[in-house]
């Protein structure tokens, strides 16, 4: 098992920056990459950014292009997601995910999900 928790989550005006983090504990050797997810309220979980542990894979959605990004900390076993000029429409509760396939954008590919951090951009 993969236990994974989620911080950093608030409320931001339009334009400004967040830092989520997530901390994985447990079996992390079995983990070969990690993603971060979105689900704002009557909408489908989406893809945001993915990477691998080893740091050699990113991914982004396309909506997450040139305003977010991925990184990770092997020492801590942390990843997190640095979300610059937020938009309203960034609102949604943010999910780490772990997965033992690789990098990976689909959920049923993760196997392991943190809780959730509510992300709310006011305009």
């Known amino acids: 098992q993969v236990q994974l928790v989620e911080s950093g989550g608030g409320l931001v005006q339009a334009g400004g920056s967040l830092r989520l983090s997530c901390i994985a504990s447990?079996?992390?050797?079995?983990?070969?990459?990690m993603g971060w997810f979105r689900q704002a309220p009557g909408k489908e979980r989406e893809f945001v950014a993915a990477?691998?542990?080893?740091?050699?894979?990113?991914y982004y959605a396309d909506s997450a292009k040139g305003r977010f990004i991925i990184s990770r900390d092997n020492v801590r076993n942390t990843v997190y997601l640095q979300m610059n000029s937020l938009k309203p429409e960034d609102t949604a509760v943010y999910y780490c995910?772990?997965?033992?396939?690789?990098?990976?954008?689909?959920?049923?590919?993760?196997?392991?999900w943190g809780q959730g951090t509510q992300v709310t951009v006011s305009s």
């Open positions: 995910a772990s997965t033992s396939l690789g990098i990976a954008t689909l959920p049923r590919f993760f196997e392991y």
């Open positions: 447990g079996r992390t050797f079995s983990s070969k990459a």
């Open positions: 990477m691998t542990w080893s740091g050699g894979s990113t």
